[in-house]
Structure formats: C-alpha cells, structure tokens
C-alpha cells in the first residue's frame, strides 16, 4: 500500500474558528489530509469564503464546502465575522456564538447520503465532541498552539487553580504537573480563563468545551516533535491516549507563501532583495494585536536610534479601539528613516518575509505562526508577548535558547534606549549563538516535514487512524 492509498474513501469533516491564527494552520492541514486523499467538507461562514479559494482551487474534487450563516450574538457587532476583523475581545463571544451550529450540524448529517466518519475542529470548538459522540463518530482537536502551551491550558481548564488573595493580579500561579512546572503571576493567565464565573452558563461552557477536548478521540497539533518532546509524552499521559498527532510546522503550500493575505502596500520583498544577508529586523506583532500611541513611538525611536535596516508591520486601529490612541505612527518617522527601514500597512506576506536571506531577526508578540514561521526559517526572536498563549511561548524560546527577552504585557512600554540597544545587539555578533541554535532548530523543523521526517510520520499514523 503506497501512502497516497491510506486515506481512500474516508469523508471527514474540518471545522475552523474564524481568527487568523486558528483558521491558517487548520487550512495547511487540510491541505496535507486532502493530498493524502481523504475527502473533506469545510465548515465555513458566507464572509469567510474567499479564505478557503487557494485550497479549493488547488482540491477542486477532494474539497467541499459546507456554508453555514454565523448566528447572531448581541456581543459580535454585525458584519465582524471575518477572520482579520475579530477584536481580541470578540473571542469568548465567538466561541459561543458559533456552538450555536451544533443543531444545524445535527441536521446536515442526518441528512447527508455519505456522512462524515470522522470531525477535525479547532480546540475553541469543544462542543463539536459533544456533537461528535451524538453522531458516533470520531472528534480531533486541533491546536493552533504548541504542546506546552496547550498543556497549560488544559491544565487550567482541569484543575481550575485559584489565587489566595482574589484582588492580587501578580499573585504566582503554579502548574506544577507540567514538565519544568512552569509559573505566570495571575494577569498573564488566559483572559478566557480570568472571566470565568462559577455557574454562569456561558462560562460554564466554555469550560466544558476544554474539557471536551481533553476528552476527545485525538488531538491534532500545530508543532514538531523535536522541538516539543517532553511536552507531548506528558500530554499522552495527561489525555491517557497516544492519539496525540504533532504535524507541523503547518506552513503553506509550496508557491503560495506570497499570495497568502493578499497585496500588501509596498513591495516589501524587492526592498529585502537589495538589503544585504541577515541584517534586517522584521517587527510585527500579529494579525490581533493593535499597539497604543506610546507604544508605537517607543518601538519607533528605539529603530531609529538602533541604526538597523527594519521592516515594520504596522496593524491599524479596527473595532474596539480608539482609532486616537492606537497605531500611530510617529509624524515624519518614515522620512527620517527613509533608505534604511520601511512601514508596512495592511498585510504582509509573512512568510516570504521570514524567509527572506536578508532578514535575520523578529520582534514578535509570541503568537504561535509566527513563532514556527520565524523557527522553520531560522530567525532569531526578540520576544514581546501579550496575551493568552503568548507567555508561554516566550517562556519555552528563553528555555530552547532561541528567543530573547524584550518586554511583555499589551499595557505597558519598554524604555526606547533599551530596546535599541536590543536591536543592535540582535544583528551584531554578541547574539552568534543564538543565532546557531535557531538555525539548528529550523534545520529540524524542515527535517521533521521533509521525507521520513517525524512529521511526515505523525500526518501518515493520523491519516490512517481517520480512516479506521
Ligand atoms: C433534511 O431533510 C429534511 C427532509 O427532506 C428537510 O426538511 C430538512 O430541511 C433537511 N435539513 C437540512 C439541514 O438540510
Ligand atoms: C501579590 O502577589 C505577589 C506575588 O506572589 C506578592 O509579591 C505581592 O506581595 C502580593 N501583593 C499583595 C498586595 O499582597
Ligand atoms: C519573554 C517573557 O515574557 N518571558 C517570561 C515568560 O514567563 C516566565 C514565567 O512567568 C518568565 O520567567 C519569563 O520571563
């Protein structure tokens, strides 16, 4: 049997939430399950449509999709369905607005001539194994976050620890059944998790949707075994199952690393083409975060005072934000930087960035892709977490030795001379080792999704176990 001939015949069923860093990775993984010939219907809302049309196009027989209107919640302003649209706080209210599709659902399969056998669903999405176990068919977690970070949150969802004092915001949480028993003061702990009410319905089911994803058939997750591998033995004991698949880095298809998001104002990569090898720092902060002035005018006198050529993704203010005070860029900063380093607005095809010889280091906000993004093309990180998994990603690149410490919180500034002195530093030789260890890494992460690679491994062992 060829490995083309695994996934034969099997109909699954892939459900992404709609934020840019969930529905991309799924996607990618979509794309690796359909090549292995399973078929595949996409669960997706009428404005999230022209999403999916590089994958359709590339799968026109293997892929479906399955369009279903998003039902209206009063704390989701109408028309903000979109994946670049979602403020961060528009999350939780998602997360329930969209458990609303579990009756339609139910419908669309009893109805369905050749059902799926098998529900691929993003981890916001626990109530799909609910759904799932009705059906009497199999429900895969996916995480858009890596091991250890997922190991934190189902372990806060699990054992729900809480603080003495219920006022003190640094108060140290502890997790002490993950490996390194890592720790965060309160503030740093997912905002999901902060605004849970004992008994309050809504609360109460996002919990149950995390307890459901501990308690699904698999868990399928956006990482390498390499990079992660005390972090996925613990998980396969937390779960009690091995049917804890890591298939990443999820990049996209050969050919489409530039296409993906659409243009962008500049031309980005022609600049990067004339800036000579590893010298460039890439600043972004992702497709969620929208800094505050203060912070955009101490990010922007710190590159300038640096002397580094820089590209600078900058995220303008959207609903939720004052368009006043928030992603500013400082008056006549662009002019007095001119030749040396260039702003971005809108999207930035971040991949081919990365992956451009002349850059050589990132100032990220942690998010997960962009953490195996900037891995996969062995950049350097300057770490700035803000929220959610975030912190526990910058902890695990201090702990690989791949990722220095700049700032974290999404309330407050670095100071500019520092962070200057940072920049300079990054492309100097003061940071040469870990520039060769991040350059280890990504050699790993390309081996893991290369022939035989763990990876490879991991997507072949899901596919058959889909198909059983
Ligand atoms: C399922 O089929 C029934 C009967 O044909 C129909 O009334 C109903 O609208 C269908 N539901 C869906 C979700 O297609
Ligand atoms: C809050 O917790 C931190 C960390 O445990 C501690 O250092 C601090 O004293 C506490 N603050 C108050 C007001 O108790
Ligand atoms: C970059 C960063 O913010 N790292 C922190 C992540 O969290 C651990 C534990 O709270 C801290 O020790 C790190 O400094």
């Known amino acids: 049997m060829s490995i083309s001939d695994i996934g034969t015949g099997s109909h ?29 219907t996409i669960l997706i809302t009428p404005k999230n449509l022209p999403t999916l049309t590089p994958l359709l196009s590339t799968h026109p ?25 979602l403020p961060l706080g528009g999350f939780k209210a998602m997360m329930l607005t969209l458990g609303d599709l579990y009756n339609p659902l139910l419908n669309w399969f009893h109805n369905h001539s050749n059902p799926p056998i098998a529900i691929v669903s993003d981890f916001f999405l626990g109530w799909t194994h609910r759904l799932a176990c009705e059906l009497g068919v199999r429900r895969y977690a996916f995480s858009p976050s890596g091991v250890f970070a997922l190991s934190v949150i189902f372990s806060l969802w699990r054992y729900m620890p809480k603080r003495v004092d219920e006022t003190n915001e640094s108060e140290v949480v502890k997790f002490c059944n993950v490996p390194n028993e890592p720790e965060y003061p309160y503030w740093q702990l997912s905002p999901i998790y902060r605004v849970y009410v004992e008994g309050d319905q809504e609360s109460e089911f996002i919990r149950d949707g995390f307890l459901a994803d501990i308690e699904s058939w698999g ?24 049917r804890v698949f890591v298939v990443g880095p999820l990049l996209p298809p050969e050919g489409d690393v530039s296409g993906r998001g659409g ?11 004339k800036s ?53 860029v400082p008056t006549g900063f662009e002019e007095r930087v001119a030749g040396r380093g260039i702003v971005v607005r809108g ?23 962009s953490i195996m993004e900037a891995v996969a093309a062995e950049v350097l990180m300057l770490t700035w977490p803000m929220s959610a998994d975030q912190f526990s990603n ?55 999704v290369g022939e035989k690679g763990s990876s490879v491994g991991e997507l072949d062992r899901l596919v058959a176990n889909l198909s059983h």
Request: a negative charge; hydrophobic letters at 40%.
């Open 12 to 40: 699954i069923l892939i459900i992404p939430y709609p934020a840019q860093g969930h529905i991309l990775p799924l996607l990618d993984l979509t794309h690796q399950l359909a090549t292995r010939n399973i078929l595949i």
């Open 263 to 273: 243009p962008t104002s500049n031309d980005v990569l022609s600049w990067l083409d």
């Open 347 to 369: 999207w930035v095809p971040q991949v081919a960035i990365l992956s451009h010889d002349s850059v050589g280091v990132f100032l990220t906000h942690c998010g997960w892709n």
């Open 61 to 85: 027989t293997t892929i479906t999709t399955l369009i279903l209107p998003l039902p209206p919640h009063p704390s989701i302003p109408h028309g903000i369905e979109n994946v670049k649209d």
């Open 394 to 448: 910058a902890t695990l690149l201090q702990e690989l030795k791949v990722g220095i410490k700049v700032w974290e919180g999404a309330n407050s500034v670095p100071d500019s001379d520092e962070l200057a002195e940072l920049f300079r530093k990054s492309v100097s030789e003061e940071t040469r080792l870990e520039r060769e260890r991040v350059k280890e890494l990504g050699k790993a992460a390309k081996e893991a």
């Open 276 to 328: 000579g090898s590893e010298k460039v720092v890439y600043v972004c902060f992702g497709s969620q975060t929208v800094l505050t002035n203060k912070q955009m005018g101490v990010v922007a006198n710190a590159l300038q005072k640096s002397g580094v050529k820089f590209v600078w993704s900058v995220k303008e203010p959207t609903v939720g934000h004052d368009a006043a005070d928030y992603g500013r």
């Open 219 to 242: 868990i399928v997750i956006n990482s390498f075994t390499e990079l992660e591998r005390v972090y996925i033995d613990y998980l396969k004991v937390e779960v009690g199952h091995d």
